[in-house]
């Protein structure tokens, strides 16, 4: 399976951005899918998870009521609204499927940068 995260770029804090993550294969469907996010220097946290139909999710604590995480298995792609941005949220977004509820299973796409300015 291939990922391929897109969408990021550079935006002021308080602005939006919609992040895009389309998978190759026919696995997509079947798997519950996460969002991880990797600052300079830090360790790559898992933010946001998806259940293979959509209607659980989980997010992080310092991205609870800001981000949503979304997904459309007919287009084998999942989405990720970041909404209120923060300095803090600058970082390479990544997409991955999740063996355990929590565990990247696949491997990683190039990862798409987010740049949040003051």
């Known amino acids: 399976v291939q990922l391929v995260e897109s969408g990021g770029g550079l935006v002021q804090a308080g602005g939006s951005l919609r992040l895009s993550c389309a998978a190759s294969?026919?696995?997509?469907?079947?798997?519950?899918m996460g969002w991880f996010r990797q600052a300079p220097g830090k360790q790559r946290d898992l933010i946001a998870r998806i259940t293979v139909g959509g209607g659980t999710t989980y997010y992080a604590d310092s991205v609870k009521g800001r981000f949503a995480i979304s997904r459309d298995n007919a287009k084998n792609t999942m989405y990720l609204q970041m909404n209120s941005l923060k300095l803090e949220d600058t970082a390479v977004y990544y997409c991955?499927?999740?063996?355990?509820?929590?565990?990247?299973?696949?491997?990683w796409g190039q990862g798409t940068q987010v740049t949040v300015s003051a």
């Open positions: 294969g026919s696995t997509f469907s079947i798997s519950p």
């Open positions: 991955n499927a999740l063996r355990n509820w929590g565990t990247p299973s696949w491997h």
